[in-house]
């Protein structure tokens, strides 16, 4: 980034040079706007009225030296302003504006440094809050948290623009309306509140990992954005092992997006990838963090168990040399703290290569007739490829044609196509 003494940078450099800081620090600029203020809704307007104004004023002047400062100035400025025509509070702003309401200095900012890690852990717990819908607390933390723009959101979600922007608007009324305050839960209500940012940061990774919609398996960029927020969680929470988990999870899985699709954007499946792309330094940092979250003795929770899992796979030279009796398990292990459907499948994947594909398909029928999948392609895919293994191969075509035609994902869709025209 420039000086003021570089000279004008241009429209484009300037645009290039505020979404870079705006990526890196959106956060800690919203979570000590928020705490200065105490309105979660009008440090998050303050602070893109002070982007609007920085692709203006530094494309004419220069970027500032210390952008984040002038970005803060500019948005205590604005809710200075905010604060004057709300007359009635006018006793709030004099308190807050104090003898010099028109400064703005980097010397006058509302900027504490030992309070940046409280301010962006306060700011990922409101926008998780309980009172928010899954929805809206997905499209908060990348708004806000994340720094995302509400096109970004929606192209990486498949919803309109205006359906994201509906849901930020209502996710900030509620908080108004519920009377959030931009602070720390107290601690012993952090553990329950620290479950929702853990599920918004796995969901939005998830829909990274394996799109559920459109033409391209990956969406690489929302994968690393939920990696990205689950370090800074982690580091912020230090102490809490499914921080660590979760991380370790992202990073194991992600590790594999190298060897996921082919030349052409084409999946390819766990037993055809290439081992050798999968990435090394990825593996090393998920093993590490999987580290972080034994070392809490508190036993792993349902992030860890599952990152437990992907090394196992990260450790294995090929699918027949995984360790599928371990994987088998930490499924049951995973089923009983967290049960679910889809763990049911998985085990059940496990339990095939472990013990051979007839068991597995017992479990796998006994999932059909509770009904709990109805509707997904998972069942049915996991079905055909056992019925392959075993044989019945009309069975099997069946299945696999049902799973082709209930996928919304195009890539998957093509797979379980082609291996269902294979079958004689």
């Not at 705490?35 to 494309?59: K, N, S, Y």
């Not at 623009?161 to 931009?182: D, E, H, L, N, Y």
Request: hydrophobic share 45%.
């Amino acid at each position: 980034m420039g000086t003021p003494g570089d000279g004008p940078p241009g429209t484009g450099a300037a645009r290039r040079a505020v979404e870079a800081v705006w990526r890196i620090e959106s956060a800690r600029i919203v979570g000590a706007l928020a705490r200065w203020t105490g309105d979660f809704a009008l440090a998050e307007d303050v602070a893109q009225e002070a982007v609007a104004e920085a692709l203006v004023g530094w494309a004419r002047d220069g970027t500032p030296r210390d952008p984040v400062a002038w970005l803060l100035a500019t948005a205590r400025r604005r809710a200075i302003d905010a604060f004057r025509r709300r007359s009635a509070l006018d006793e709030r702003y004099a308190l807050l504006a104090g003898e010099d309401a028109g400064g703005g200095g980097a010397d006058d900012l509302p900027w504490d440094p030992d309070r940046i890690d409280d301010d962006v852990l306060a700011l990922m717990f409101v926008a998780c809050h309980p009172v928010l819908s899954p929805e809206a607390r997905v499209a908060l933390t990348l708004r806000t948290v994340g720094g995302l723009s509400t096109e970004e959101i929606a192209r990486a979600f498949l919803v309109p623009v205006p359906t994201v922007q509906a849901r930020i608007t209502r996710a900030k009324k509620t908080i108004a309306a519920a009377g959030v305050p931009f602070e720390l839960p107290p601690v012993h209500e952090r553990a329950e509140r620290l479950g929702g940012v853990l599920s918004a940061l796995y969901v939005i990774f998830t829909e990274g990992s394996t799109a559920t919609a459109g033409d391209a398996l990956l969406r690489p960029g929302l994968a690393y954005e939920a990696i990205r927020l689950s370090r800074t969680l982690a580091a912020l929470v230090p102490g809490e092992p499914e921080t660590h988990g979760l991380l370790a999870l992202l990073e194991l899985t992600a590790a594999r997006f190298p060897a996921r699709t082919g030349p052409d954007g084409e999946a390819v499946l766990l037993e055809d990838q290439d081992r050798r792309l999968w990435d090394r330094s990825a593996i090393r940092r998920g093993t590490a963090a999987l580290r972080r979250a034994v070392a809490g003795r508190r036993g792993l929770g349902p992030y860890g168990l599952q990152a437990a899992i992907a090394a196992c796979h990260a450790a294995a030279p090929s699918v027949g040399a995984t360790d599928w009796e371990r994987v088998v398990l930490l499924y049951e292990a995973l089923g009983r703290v967290a049960p679910s459907p889809v763990v049911e499948l998985n085990r059940a994947v496990a339990v095939a290569m472990a013990d051979g594909p007839s068991a597995a398909l017992a479990l796998v029928d006994d999932l059909a007739v509770s009904g709990r999948l109805s509707g997904s392609h998972l069942l049915p895919t996991v079905r055909g490829e056992l019925l392959t293994r075993l044989g019945r191969t009309a069975e099997a075509r069946a299945e696999l044609e049902l799973a082709a035609r209930l996928c919304r994902n195009d890539r998957e869709r093509a797979v379980l196509a082609r291996k269902a025209a294979a079958l004689p």
